[in-house]
Nanobody, 125 residues
């Protein structure tokens, strides 16, 4: 059974940092692009970041560019999201995702191959 399991969410003060991690199991994801989406209360899901299967290409939403960094370790089947300079607007459930095509991420995530169940990030002001 394929699973993506997120961890690392929690409560942090504005200006602080958190590191999310996603562990993949059930298959190897070394040929998949992996990334993150988030959904804030009352809002639609939005793309956050994606990294290509070799790790050579990364893309970020404008709202997180310069603050968030995505990375992956194909040997461990993990993808991480380092989040710095957090603001209350970053409060959301963060979801890990995987698909063979990066464009699926940048076009909103419809028909994504795999989703995690999410981890909650709360940033207090």
């Amino acid at each position: 059974q394929v699973q993506l399991v997120e961890s690392g969410g929690g409560l942090v003060q504005a200006g602080g940092s958190l590191r999310l991690s996603c562990a993949a199991s059930g298959r190897t994801f070394s040929t998949y692009a992996m990334g993150w989406f988030r959904q804030a209360p009352g809002k639609e899901r939005e793309f956050v970041a994606v990294i290509s299967w070799r790790g050579g290409s990364t893309y970020y939403a404008d709202s997180v560019k310069g603050r968030f960094t995505i990375s992956r370790d194909n040997a461990k089947n993990t993808v991480d999201l380092q989040m710095n300079s957090l603001t209350p607007e970053d409060t959301a459930v963060y979801y890990c995702a995987a698909d063979r095509a990066i464009v699926v991420f940048t076009r909103g995530g419809s028909n994504m191959d795999y989703w995690g169940k999410g981890t909650l990030v709360t940033v207090s002001s």
